[in-house]
């Protein structure tokens, strides 16, 4: 458990208990939540760099193969961009977890982006024959981006509660699909442009700088629960506790390892399809006509294929992150036709049903890769929009089962297991099946055979990932019971019930039910 000591209000002799009056005044401060600009102002400049952050990630996938052509690399060495990549990024993530939990989260945001920027222009500079040199560039990425990515929900954590939560949450997290589908639009495109495929890597470092500028001079950071205890759901003051504690409180809470077993399999599926996907395109029509190699395509034909798929991964993620959200909110507040099956596990069941409704839709969208390419796209999109269910929805749930000291080492230990085994090793085993399947078929048919038979591993680990939210939906009510009597919640709630109803519906300040029955479980 958290070390907690009595929160004390502007007076030091009065201690807080909840009460009809305080209510009140935690609305009026709940309310205002929207109205205070530099929050929302905030909430935008961390858009803008997380879409950077994944805009700079997928300009790589759509350079891929002039990438290859010009430093001479097989499909393995080429995935192993991206897993270079996300090892640095991934093995920076606890340290940046622990810093973050511990000092000023700005900072380090600073620092990170700063590093991310000279590494992508010094990256592009690379001569050939230093394949080696250029990996190294592309890790030192990942360090830089590390620093942002680990610490930023818990800012919006701090600034925001409850539904208004979720739906910052959710504006954050639309940079992953937009991002991902402008990498592709815009690295090809510059490339096409330019003529030089390293102009398409340099212009994310470019907006970069300006990133920069915005974060020091609008970003002010919030206290740790600082949201949160303005409203009430914090009645107690965190004290932060050593490391290791909170790692073995982490352990113990099977709501966070469930949902990250399960999110480690969607970043997987997700990494190996947006880096492949396009290329899949590419052998496929460059078999189409005739060709022995992608090198033969038009640069206009390329441009206009990861224009598509970067296209399709953009609206169908928005959707997808927007459907989300929508119906994790909805099922939760019991909102319209949803009051009959109103619940408090919503997000990991939101969660799993996405990665359910996205196997078919995978399955069938590589295997029309060659039949009808437009099928593909459009497959491609219920598949982006499906799995995009969980970006916003499985940090939410983080962030009511995890104290807030803990967020940011949560997040980081998450993110290293995802990347670890998501989308870090995804590219670069999907790779190596590739190449063991295709032998020495060099031919672009044998590329596109290859790495459809390749896809059946992300396919299976759909499924896993589905039944593994859908485990994290049983264990989330006692998780969540746990955060609010760490929090001081549950104790003032059964307090203020004992003498009169003091919240609103019998539910507690997100929406949850608290009935005799949920608590024991």
């Given at each position: 458990?958290?070390?907690?000591?009595?929160?004390?209000?502007?007076?030091?002799?009065?201690?807080?208990?909840?009460?009809?009056?305080?209510?009140?005044?935690?609305?009026?401060?709940?309310?205002?939540?929207?109205?205070?600009?530099?929050?929302?102002?905030?909430?935008?400049?961390?858009?803008?760099?997380?879409?950077?952050?994944?805009?700079?990630r997928?300009?790589?996938a759509?350079?891929?193969?002039?990438?290859?052509?010009?430093?001479?690399?097989?499909?393995?060495?080429?995935?192993?961009?991206?897993?270079?990549?996300?090892?640095?990024?991934?093995?920076?993530?606890?340290?940046?977890?622990?810093?973050?939990?511990?000092y000023?989260?700005?900072?380090?945001?600073?620092?990170?982006?700063?590093?991310?920027?000279?590494?992508?222009?010094?990256?592009?500079?690379?001569?050939?024959?230093?394949?080696?040199?250029?990996?190294?560039?592309?890790?030192?990425?990942?360090?830089?981006?590390?620093?942002?990515?680990?610490?930023?929900?818990?800012?919006?954590?701090?600034?925001?509660?409850s539904?208004?939560?979720?739906?910052?949450?959710?504006?954050?997290?639309?940079?992953?699909?937009?991002?991902?589908?402008?990498?592709?639009?815009?690295?090809?495109?510059?490339?096409?442009?330019?003529?030089?495929?390293g102009?398409?890597?340099?212009?994310?470092?470019?907006?970069?700088?300006?990133?920069?500028?915005?974060?020091?001079?609008?970003?002010?950071?919030?206290?740790?629960?600082?949201?949160?205890?303005?409203?009430?759901?914090?009645?107690?003051?965190?004290?932060?506790?050593?490391?290791?504690?909170?790692?073995?409180?982490?352990?113990?809470?099977l709501?966070?390892?469930?949902?990250?077993?399960?999110y480690?399999?969607?970043?997987f599926?997700?990494?190996?399809?947006?880096?492949?996907?396009?290329?899949?395109?590419?052998?496929?029509?460059?078999?189409?006509?005739?060709?022995?190699?992608?090198?033969?395509?038009?640069?206009?034909?390329?441009?206009?294929?990861?224009?598509?798929?970067?296209?399709?991964?953009?609206?169908?993620?928005?959707?997808?992150?927007?459907?989300?959200?929508?119906?994790s909110?909805?099922?939760?507040?019991?909102?319209?036709?949803?009051?009959?099956?109103?619940?408090?596990?919503?997000?990991?069941?939101?969660?799993?049903?996405?990665?359910?409704?996205?196997?078919?839709?995978?399955?069938?969208?590589?295997?029309?890769?060659?039949?009808n390419?437009?099928?593909?796209?459009?497959?491609?999109?219920?598949?982006?929009?499906?799995?995009?269910?969980?970006?916003?929805?499985?940090v939410?749930?983080?962030?009511?089962?995890?104290?807030?000291?803990?967020?940011?080492?949560?997040?980081?230990?998450?993110?290293?297991?995802?990347?670890?085994?998501?989308?870090?090793?995804?590219?670069?085993?999907?790779?190596?099946?590739?190449?063991?399947?295709?032998?020495?078929?060099?031919?672009?048919?044998?590329?596109?055979?290859?790495?459809?038979?390749?896809f059946?591993?992300?396919?299976?680990?759909?499924?896993?990932?589905?039944?593994?939210?859908?485990?994290?939906?049983?264990?989330?009510?006692?998780?969540?019971?746990?955060?609010?009597?760490?929090?001081?919640?549950?104790?003032?709630?059964?307090?203020?019930?004992?003498?009169?109803?003091?919240?609103?519906?019998?539910?507690?300040?997100?929406?949850?039910?608290?009935t005799?029955?949920?608590?024991?479980?």
């Amino acid at each position: 458990m958290v070390r907690t000591k009595e929160y004390k209000s502007e007076t030091p002799s009065t201690s807080y208990e909840p009460s009809m009056s305080d209510n009140t005044s935690i609305t009026k401060k709940y309310t205002s939540e929207f109205k205070d600009p530099r929050k929302i102002l905030s909430v935008s400049i961390l858009f803008c760099v997380n879409l950077l952050n994944y805009m700079d990630r997928y300009t790589i996938a759509g350079v891929l193969t002039n990438i290859q052509s010009f430093y001479h690399i097989n499909d393995a060495q080429g995935g192993l961009l991206q897993t270079v990549f996300i090892i640095f990024f991934m093995l920076c993530s606890p340290l940046v977890g622990y810093l973050g939990d511990r000092y000023s989260r700005k900072n380090i945001m600073l620092a990170g982006i700063s590093v991310w920027v000279g590494a992508v222009v010094a990256s592009t500079f690379v001569p050939e024959d230093k394949f080696w040199l250029f990996l190294v560039f592309r890790g030192i990425v990942g360090v830089g981006e590390a620093s942002y990515a680990i610490v930023s929900p818990s800012l919006i954590a701090d600034m925001f509660t409850s539904q208004n939560r979720s739906k910052m949450l959710m504006v954050f997290y639309f940079a992953i699909p937009c991002g991902s589908g402008l990498g592709f639009i815009v690295g090809s495109s510059v490339t096409a442009l330019t003529g030089q495929w390293g102009w398409g890597v340099r212009v994310t470092a470019v907006i970069g700088v300006v990133c920069l500028a915005m974060i020091v001079l609008f970003i002010r950071e919030p206290q740790r629960g600082a949201a949160e205890r303005e409203k009430g759901e914090i009645v107690v003051e965190v004290v932060t506790t050593n490391y290791w504690e909170d790692i073995k409180a982490l352990l113990a809470n099977l709501t966070y390892i469930f949902g990250t077993i399960a999110y480690t399999a969607i970043v997987f599926v997700v990494g190996t399809l947006t880096f492949w996907g396009p290329t899949a395109v590419q052998h496929s029509e460059a078999d189409r006509l005739g060709f022995n190699s992608t090198t033969l395509l038009d640069p206009k034909e390329k441009v206009q294929i990861n224009f598509n798929f970067g296209l399709v991964t953009f609206i169908g993620g928005v959707f997808g992150v927007s459907f989300g959200s929508a119906l994790s909110m909805m099922l939760r507040t019991g909102w319209g036709p949803f009051r009959c099956v109103k619940t408090i596990r919503s997000d990991p069941i939101v969660c799993g049903l996405g990665a359910l409704l996205s196997i078919p839709c995978l399955y069938l969208a590589i295997h029309f890769i060659r039949k009808n390419v437009t099928v593909c796209y459009v497959l491609t999109f219920f598949t982006i929009t499906t799995i995009c269910f969980n970006w916003a929805t499985v940090v939410d749930m983080l962030m009511t089962v995890v104290p807030p000291a803990r967020r940011s080492a949560a997040n980081s230990w998450q993110m290293l297991l995802s990347h670890l085994l998501g989308d870090a090793s995804g590219p670069y085993v999907i790779g190596i099946i590739s190449d063991a399947i295709r032998g020495d078929d060099d031919s672009p048919y044998g590329h596109y055979v290859s790495l459809s038979k390749a896809f059946y591993l992300p396919n299976a680990l759909q499924l896993i990932s589905a039944v593994v939210f859908f485990v994290a939906a049983c264990t989330f009510v006692r998780d969540h019971n746990r955060f609010k009597e760490a929090m001081g919640v549950l104790h003032c709630t059964e307090k203020s019930l004992q003498n009169g109803p003091s919240i609103e519906n019998g539910e507690d300040n997100r929406g949850f039910a608290t009935t005799e029955k949920e608590k024991g479980m």
